[in-house]
């Protein structure tokens, strides 16, 4: 089973831009759907963004439509998150996830495997 593991997080100004990467530890995961999720201090788990198995279907959040962009590269086993524009309000943790063998789905609950999560703070 894959195993996830996000990195790229930190504090930025408002208008900045970050990266996040996820890196995968499995031999699946050309096979798996990506999604990124965040989550704010006192807040819901929301859904960011969703990336087919191919690379070639995204799905966004009306919040972040373009300002984000989600990637993947199947040679390295990791998908990106390119947050560009951002502000105060997209501070929260971050975490990506998989699901095996479904289209791209903006329910938490329908995925597979979660990775621990990176902090993204944006200051004002």
């Known amino acids: 089973q894959e195993q996830l593991a996000e990195s790229g997080g930190g504090l930025v100004q408002a208008g900045g831009s970050l990266r996040l990467s996820c890196a995968a530890s499995g031999r699946a995961f050309r096979s798996y759907t990506m999604g990124w999720f965040r989550q704010a201090p006192g807040k819901e788990r929301e859904f960011v963004a969703g990336?087919?198995?191919?690379?070639?279907?995204?799905y966004y959040a009306d919040s972040v439509k373009g300002r984000f962009t989600i990637s993947r590269d199947n040679a390295k086993n990791t998908v990106y998150l390119q947050m560009n524009s951002l502000k105060p309000e997209d501070t929260a943790v971050y975490y990506c996830?998989?699901?095996?063998?479904?289209?791209?789905?903006?329910?938490?609950?329908?995925?597979?495997?979660w990775g621990q999560g990176t902090q993204v703070t944006v200051s004002s």
């Open positions: 996830a998989a699901v095996l063998g479904r289209a791209i789905t903006t329910m938490g609950d329908e995925y597979d495997i």
């Open positions: 990336l087919s198995r191919s690379g070639g279907g995204t």
